[in-house]
C-alpha cells in the first residue's frame, strides 16, 4: 500500500536556525497538509495545501513557517528562525481529490530545538 | 468551529475484554468523522472513516465505530482486545467547509494487561 515518507525522522537544531521538514506524500494525491503534536498534547492543523498554493493555515502558521512543493513528489515544511516552542512531532499529511478520502500520515519528524 | 472531545485519558482493559473508547464532537454540519492509531514511535494510521450513510461503520483491525447525531458521538469498539491493540488512538472530526482540514481530539492510551 502506498505511504506517505517523511525524512528526517529526528531533527536537532540550535535555536534560531532555519530547519526544512520533508515529505513525500502518495503519488496521485491532490491535497497536502501539514500537522504538529507537542508532546503531551493534541495533534494540531498547521496549514493545507492544494493547487500549488496555501488553502488554509492555522493561526501557528506564522510568517516564520512556509511550505512548498519544489517538484512534483516532495512538500517541504520551513521554519525560518526556529524558537524552543517549535519543539513537537510534525506530521504530513495527504489525500486524493474528492469528497470521501481520508488523509493519510507519515511517521512524522520529531524536531527538538536546543 | 469544528472540535472533539476525548474523555476518557486513559483506559486499561485485559486481554480478552471489550474496549469502547468515547468520542464527541461539535459540528455545526454534518462531519467526517475519523479514528487513528498511533503506536509508539509510528505515524497516525486510519482505522475507520464516517462520512455518511450506515452509522455503523467497520474498520481495521476488528474496530468498529458508530455515528450517533443525537449525542454528537462517534464511539470506537472492539469485542475482544489484542495485547497489540495497546497504542494511543485519536479521534478526528474534518469539514469539507475547512479544506478537511482535521481537528483532533486529546487522545485516549490504550494498555492491554495478560
Known amino acids: 500500500e502506498p505511504e506517505v515518507t517523511q525524512t528526517p525522522s529526528h531533527q536537532v537544531t540550535q535555536m534560531g536556525q532555519e530547519v526544512i521538514l520533508r515529505c513525500v506524500p502518495i503519488s496521485n494525491h491532490l491535497y497536502f497538509y501539514w500537522y504538529r503534536q507537542i508532546l503531551g498534547q493534541k495533534v494540531e492543523f498547521l496549514v493545507s495545501?492544494?493547487?500549488?498554493?496555501?488553502?488554509?493555515k492555522s493561526e501557528i502558521f506564522d510568517d516564520q513557517f512556509s511550505v512548498e512543493r519544489p517538484d512534483g513528489s516532495n512538500f517541504t515544511l520551513k521554519i525560518r528562525s526556529t524558537k524552543l516552542e517549535d519543539s513537537a512531532m510534525y506530521f504530513c499529511?495527504?489525500?486524493?481529490?474528492?469528497?470521501?478520502?481520508?488523509?493519510?500520515f507519515g511517521d512524522g519528524t520529531r524536531l527538538s530545538i536546543l | 468551529a469544528q472540535s472533539v472531545t476525548q474523555p476518557d485519558i486513559h483506559i486499561t482493559v485485559s486481554e480478552g475484554a471489550s474496549l469502547e473508547l468515547r468520542c464527541n464532537y461539535s459540528y455545526g454540519a454534518t462531519p467526517y468523522l475519523f479514528w487513528y492509531v498511533q503506536s509508539p514511535g509510528q505515524g497516525l494510521q486510519l482505522l475507520l472513516k464516517y462520512f455518511s450513510g450506515d452509522t455503523l461503520v467497520q474498520g481495521i483491525k476488528g474496530f468498529e465505530a458508530e455515528f450517533k447525531r443525537s449525542q454528537s458521538s462517534f464511539n470506537l469498539r472492539k469485542p475482544s482486545v489484542h495485547w497489540s491493540d495497546a497504542a494511543e488512538y485519536f479521534c478526528?472530526?474534518?469539514?469539507?467547509?475547512?479544506?478537511?482540514?482535521?481537528?483532533f481530539g486529546a487522545g485516549t492510551t490504550v494498555t492491554v494487561r495478560a
Open positions: 478526528a472530526v474534518g469539514a469539507r467547509s475547512n479544506d478537511y482540514k482535521l481537528s
Open positions: 495545501f492544494y493547487n500549488n498554493e496555501i488553502s488554509e
Open positions: 499529511a495527504s489525500s486524493s481529490r474528492g469528497l470521501y478520502q481520508p488523509q493519510h
